[in-house]
């Protein structure tokens, strides 16, 4: 069965640089999460999309963006990486309101490892 | 969403029973408890989920008290590869676009 796709899987950038992440949600799921989980932490929600508009935010820094395209995948745009944005960071996806699907939780993809030098 | 306490830490024989407490005493009557667990840095992966009956499926077992206060995970014969961070959380509904919100979690070591 298709997964959640998270490109890439490994990033390195330096202090200051961009970065952006891209996640493919299975097909015909709806809604994309992302969390940041840090080094011995457990994992933080920053925000979500359904159908294309944002439907929640969490601590999720100024420096960083995101958007959900017609094809449902999305992007988390990220600037002036910092040394703490070093992190692991997950995209989530769901059927946010079907009754059904939705009761079998989220999917997570395998995440997109970021270090920042 | 409802806060929930897990113990930080637990251990396993392997082929035991391996019992995961929960205590989420705020929980609302429209929250769902999930279990959810991560094994090292991989992405985090759904177990289970009930309102108030007592669930099971492949993976595991899931015992909820009578007035939902907590609950319990139940892996029925624990192996090595159940070695994981067990997160359990509460959330509205099951047809809602609601965020899941990680605590610590408990930390399941399986053992020979």
């Known amino acids: 069965a298709a997964g959640v796709i998270q490109s890439p899987r490994h990033l390195i950038k330096e202090k200051r640089e961009t970065a952006t992440l891209k996640c493919y949600p299975i097909?015909?799921?709806?809604?994309v999460y992302w969390y940041q989980q840090g080094p011995g932490q457990d994992p933080q929600f920053l925000i979500s999309?359904?159908?294309?508009?944002?439907?929640d935010k969490g601590s999720i820094p100024d420096r960083f963006s995101a958007q959900q395209f017609s094809d449902y995948h999305s992007e988390l745009n990220m600037s002036s990486l910092e040394l703490g944005d070093s992190a692991l960071y997950f995209c989530?996806?769901?059927?946010?309101?079907?009754?059904?699907?939705?009761?079998?939780?989220?999917?997570f993809g395998s995440g997109t490892r970021l270090t920042v030098v | 969403d409802a806060k929930t306490t897990q113990p930080p830490s637990m251990d396993c024989a392997e082929g035991r029973a391996a019992n995961l407490p929960c205590n989420h005493s705020?929980?609302?009557?429209?929250?769902?408890v999930y279990w959810y667990r991560q094994i090292h840095s991989q992405g985090p992966q759904y177990i289970i989920h009930?309102?108030?009956n007592n669930e099971t499926n492949e993976m595991a077992s899931l015992i909820i008290t009578e007035d939902r206060k907590s609950s319990t995970l139940i892996l029925p014969h624990a192996t090595l590869r159940d070695t994981a961070v067990y997160y359990c959380?509460?959330?509205?509904?099951?047809?809602?676009?609601?965020?899941?919100?990680f605590g610590t979690g408990t930390r399941l070591q399986v053992t020979l």
């Open positions: 959380i509460v959330r509205p509904g099951t047809g809602t676009a609601s965020k899941l919100t």
């Open positions: 999309f359904y159908e294309k508009m944002q439907s």
């Open positions: 989530a996806s769901s059927l946010g309101l079907n009754p059904l699907t939705g009761a079998y939780g989220y999917t």
């Open positions: 097909p015909r799921h709806d809604t």
């Open positions: 009930g309102l108030k």
């Open positions: 705020t929980i609302s009557g429209n929250e769902y």
